[in-house]
């Protein structure tokens, strides 16, 4: 069972490649259900066999990994935790985006830019930004293949737990399943101008290689095309000047002996129109799971209630993520109020909120209880056939809106195209009565 979701991305890369005009920089993201061997799962939702996991992959030219939106956050300034800091036994501090990356300790601009993006999502969630740190990996936790890598870290009752993994994992991947498939995964830049450029030429003789050979002349032929620059020029020379040389191949599991006139190896001047290469990608990893729950932590408060000792649980989820939009309720049992709950949750269905409709008869303190422990940030009270009084979960502040505005208000709140500030600007308060003001548990 796969432990990523990023291979089935990485094989299908021809594809996205062509589907995005055969241009770089683009992007590609899945969410899906990945496995861990853990041998005994503990801490909740934290440690797990099977978990929800969202990644990005970002591919992006080896050469120019800069990011033309990095500007939009390189103001940005969070706690960071570089390894250097972290080997000295310092602690994480405030840090510009835009210095970490001009200074080198954050590798390139588009690791940068998408630090800053998860950096923004995360507070945007919810997450307390007090409580949450970006940790650069130590040396001996890089992947070989890795040039950087952060995680997003955030403080819960475990201790800090990584959330997020920002990691440039530069071209391992394509070069990896292009090594296994024999398939090349490569991008090409066109010049406005030829280039002449110096080639190694690898041309082995299949009329010598088969003599010499026999069956295994294929394994041979394909190892010494494969050689890298390097290898190449030493065995040149051996071949010069002893005239052969002994060559591992490892599909055949064992040396060979290359003599002279089996391979030809040569440095030539070429005229090239484009530059073929395999790009890097920069990968944000997303464990949705440790998010939720670290959501739920940090959004988690009591307010005292008006009986002496008592204590109220409240959910202070932001409109963007909580569940359940609002809540709709009549004041008091009658008919009048009901017809008019009943139109209000209309109206909020067809704009697309999620909302309950309360039409209990318990108190109105012991329902604002009820909805402010289920993280509900809006509560509607009919207690008037043409106006009705929204109030906010966490400051328990009220205004008064029309009936046939209400549901654009709450639209507006939730979408977040504005504050609870901003309409409390545009409507009248509304001063609760003490009936209205009484909170108890439900």
């Not at 796969?2 to 594809?15: H, L």
């Not at 990095?70 to 570089?82: I, N, Q, R, T």
């Not at 507070?123 to 070989?144: C, S, V, Y």
């Not at 000792?309 to 004041?331: M, R, S, W």
Request: net charge negative.
């Amino acid at each position: 069972m796969r432990p990523e979701t990023a291979q089935g991305i990485f094989v299908n890369f021809k594809d996205l490649y062509y589907y995005n005009g055969n241009k770089l920089p683009f992007a590609a993201a899945q969410i899906g259900q990945a496995f861990r061997n853990e041998i005994s799962p503990r801490q909740g939702l934290l440690r797990v066999r099977e978990f929800t996991l969202a990644e990005i992959e970002h591919f992006v030219d080896p050469e120019d990994k800069s990011h033309p939106k990095f500007g939009d956050v390189s103001d940005l300034e969070f706690f960071m935790f570089p390894r250097e800091d972290q080997m000295a036994g310092k602690s994480a501090t405030r840090l510009k985006l835009g210095n970490a990356v001009s200074e080198g300790t954050v590798n390139n601009e588009t690791l940068g830019y998408f630090i800053g993006r998860v950096y923004l999502f995360l507070t945007q969630l919810g997450i307390d930004k007090d409580r949450l740190r970006f940790r650069q990996h130590l040396p001996n936790e890089m992947a070989h293949y890795a040039a950087d890598c952060w995680d997003a870290e955030i403080e819960c009752s475990y201790g800090w737990i990584e959330c997020v993994g920002i990691a440039d994992r530069s071209a391992y991947d394509l070069r990896a399943h292009s090594d296994k498939s024999g398939e090349k995964l490569e991008a090409h830049e066109k010049f406005a101008e030829p280039r002449e450029v110096e080639k190694l030429v690898i041309t082995p003789s299949k009329k010598e290689l088969g003599l010499a050979f026999k069956g295994n002349q294929r394994m041979v032929l394909e190892a010494l095309e494969a050689m890298g620059e390097t290898e190449a020029l030493e065995m040149k020379a051996a071949l010069e000047s002893k005239g052969e040389v002994e060559f591992k191949v490892c599909t055949l599991g064992k040396d060979v002996t290359i003599k002279k006139n089996m391979v030809s190896i040569n440095i030539e001047k070429k005229k090239e129109h484009q530059r073929k290469f395999t790009p890097s990608v920069i990968e944000p990893s997303f464990g949705i799971g440790r998010i939720i729950y670290c959501l739920f932590e940090h959004c988690f408060y009591q307010r005292p209630g008006k009986a002496e000792d008592e204590q109220l649980n409240v959910f202070g989820f932001t409109p963007l993520v909580a569940p359940i939009k609002c809540t709709v309720f009549p004041l008091v049992k009658l008919e009048k109020f009901e017809v008019v709950a009943k139109k209000i949750s209309k109206a909020l269905t067809a704009a697309g909120i999620s909302h309950i409709i309360d039409m209990t008869g318990n108190t109105i303190g012991k329902r604002y209880a009820r909805t402010d422990e289920l993280g509900v940030p809006l509560a509607i009270t009919v207690d008037n056939t043409t106006s009705v009084t929204v109030r906010d979960r966490d400051s328990k502040d009220q205004i008064r809106v029309e009936v046939d505005e209400v549901a654009s208000v709450v639209k507006e709140v939730t979408a977040g195209q504005s504050t609870w500030g901003d309409i409390m600007w545009r409507y009248p308060a509304h001063t609760a009565s003490a009936a209205e003001d009484e909170e108890a548990e439900p």
